[in-house]
């Protein structure tokens, strides 16, 4: 199995035309076509436009750098019955 990716533009006439070249001669073979619609990139958001006080991150990485967090064992778990 071989899986070739492309982009493609579809036409005003709403039909994708494919011309994929496989390298194989007189045979059968099964092809999956998987589409998705591409949409125009979103510029990502500041950390200000998602609600952060500016310059929150600057000032708090790094901060548990000298203390690290340590996870406790979580104890030990009841047994149960086994599902059949």
């Avoid at 899986?3 to 092809?31: F, M, Q, R």
């Avoid at 952060?52 to 203390?67: I, K, N, R, V």
Wanted: some cysteine.
């Amino acid at each position: 199995m071989q899986s070739i990716k492309l982009c493609s533009h579809i036409g005003a006439d709403g039909i994708l035309h494919l011309n994929i070249p496989v390298g194989i001669t007189d045979k059968e073979i099964e092809v999956t076509v998987i589409y998705q619609q591409l949409e125009p990139s979103v510029p990502a958001k500041t950390p200000q436009e998602l609600g952060w006080p500016p310059g929150f991150f600057e000032q708090t990485y790094g901060s548990c750098q000298d203390d690290p967090i340590v996870i406790d064992s979580e104890g030990d778990f009841e047994v149960r019955e086994e599902i059949l």
